[in-house]
């Protein structure tokens, strides 16, 4: 196989084909301290979407509740174990002295790489993986609000001295999971049709309806299983990330481009959609004012789902502190920690930047900070000085013109007493 280079494991890895790159990345950062679970954004998707006859199984968004939910069930845990039977003891990440990944070296095999060591002369995957059994796409909300942790007895207390952050004993959060939309994607490596292609001008990843004949081989690949087969049309569908929504050709988005539908409907505020620049050699553009680059590349606060697969997803997330370290580096790698400290006691522009969620439909291009006064700050358990400044944040478009500005400091209105009691 060609030699592809991927940052978010540091390293050069195997892929089916050579290096092309979109001008524009489509992208996205999760807050999953946020999310209530609410499943608006699932709803919304699929009443766009997959409302018609043959797409009952179809959640192109899903939100699960881990560890154990997941749709389908069991996807993290059984590729994860598959790697681990081709690799044993070796899925481990090294420090990184290069310089050219933000979280490390990883020194085990991806997806790309087990699938050929399993194999034998061109028989083997083009990506390790596996097609999931009917009943485990039957129960997208299997395990929802389940925890992790003791039960206690009847009438007798959980934890008889409490839990404190960073992390809770009994603990379980939300995982909000969407088609990835990766640089390097298994489903495009994997299709013997060739029906499956990345967009050039914002790396979208589609499926040719006409070319694809329903061999599923894509739902095997994908690590994330994000596409689905449709037996009434003898094809798979995956998510198109709302891509009429990104070309400024929705009606509302008066000819700019526009969040797409599950983020938009996002209750809890956690979802932040854009656009990164693409350099010809597939590096991330340096844009420390791109909201997206910011959190991900400069503040790395937000980390990408299972970085050890090798599909380098542009999907990210701010992981939940809650949770027990292990669990989450396993999941995001091991800028874990990193992230959790950051987001913890963020700094001042990561404050002001954080305000920028689902504050407008309008895709965020650039943001400036215009500076407030400080309204806040403490001395944190571990030695380390809070300050909170009520920066205001300038959310701006592709043409540098403003689309909205708010404070990190939300106003609050006391009601009138004569008024106290009233609607």
Same mark, same amino acid.
């Given at each position: ?12 890895m ?5 290096e092309?790159h ?5 992208a ?6 946020r ?6 954004c699932t ?38 174990s ?13 420090p990184d ?12 095999l ?13 028989a ?14 039957? *129960? ?11 039960r ?6 959980? *934890? ?17 999971r969407l088609?990835? *939309? ?10 013997p ?10 790396g ?9 004949r ?43 481009p526009?969040e ?6 996002c209750v809890?505020?956690?979802r932040?959609?854009g ?30 789902l ?24 396993q999941?995001?790698?091991?800028g874990?920690?990193r992230?959790i ?30 500076p ?8 944190l ?5 809070y300050?909170?400044?009520?920066d205001?944040?300038?959310?701006l478009d ?14 609050? *209105? ?10």
């Amino acid at each position: 196989m060609p030699e592809v280079f991927n940052w978010q494991i540091g390293r050069t890895m195997s892929y089916p084909y050579e290096e092309a790159h979109p001008e524009w990345q489509f992208a996205f950062v999760f807050n999953t301290n946020r999310c209530i679970g609410c499943q608006s954004c699932t709803m919304a998707c699929k009443s766009t979407w997959t409302f018609s006859k043959g797409q009952e199984h179809m959640w192109w968004n899903n939100v699960e509740t881990k560890p154990y939910g997941g749709y389908p069930q069991y996807w993290d845990v059984k590729l994860l174990s598959m790697l681990e039977a081709v690799n044993p003891g070796g899925q481990r990440w090294a420090p990184d002295r290069s310089g050219k990944g933000p979280y490390g070296r990883f020194d085990g095999l991806t997806i790309f790489e087990a699938a050929e060591k399993t194999g034998g002369n061109g028989a083997q995957q083009r990506a390790l993986g596996y097609l999931p059994a009917d009943e485990e796409w039957r *129960h997208p909300n299997f395990y929802e609000d389940t925890a992790k942790g003791p039960r206690g007895e009847p009438g007798g207390i959980v *934890h008889k001295d409490g839990v404190s952050l960073p992390e809770h004993s009994t603990w379980f959060f939300y995982l909000q999971r969407l088609c990835n *939309h990766c640089t390097y994607p298994a489903c495009l490596a994997a299709c013997p049709r060739n029906a499956i292609y990345k967009r050039r001008e914002d790396g979208i990843v589609l499926i040719d309806q006409e070319r694809c004949r329903g061999y599923r081989k894509c739902v095997e690949a994908c690590p994330y299983k994000k596409p689905m087969f449709r037996a009434t049309t003898g094809t798979s569908e995956k998510c198109i990330a709302c891509y009429p929504r990104i070309e400024g050709r929705d009606p509302l988005s008066g000819g700019e481009p526009m969040e797409a539908r599950c983020m938009v409907a996002c209750v809890g505020q956690i979802r932040l959609q854009g656009l990164v620049k693409i350099e010809k050699d597939g590096t991330w553009a340096e844009q420390p004012k791109n909201p997206l680059y910011y959190l991900i590349r400069v503040a790395q606060v937000a980390l990408p789902l299972y970085p050890q697969f090798g599909t380098e997803p542009n999907g990210f997330y701010i992981p939940p502190r809650w949770v027990p370290r292990p669990y989450l580096r396993q999941m995001f790698g091991p800028g874990v920690d990193r992230a959790i400290e950051a987001y913890e006691c963020p700094s001042r522009e990561l404050m002001a930047v954080l305000q920028l969620f689902r504050k407008s439909r309008q895709i965020v291009f650039s943001f400036e900070i215009e500076p407030g006064k400080k309204v806040y700050e403490r001395t944190l358990r571990d030695g380390r000085k809070y300050e909170l400044w009520n920066d205001t944040v300038i959310a701006l478009d592709r043409r540098g013109r403003e689309i909205f500005r708010t404070a990190v400091e939300e106003p609050f *209105h006391v009601r009138p007493a004569m008024y106290v009691n009233s609607f």
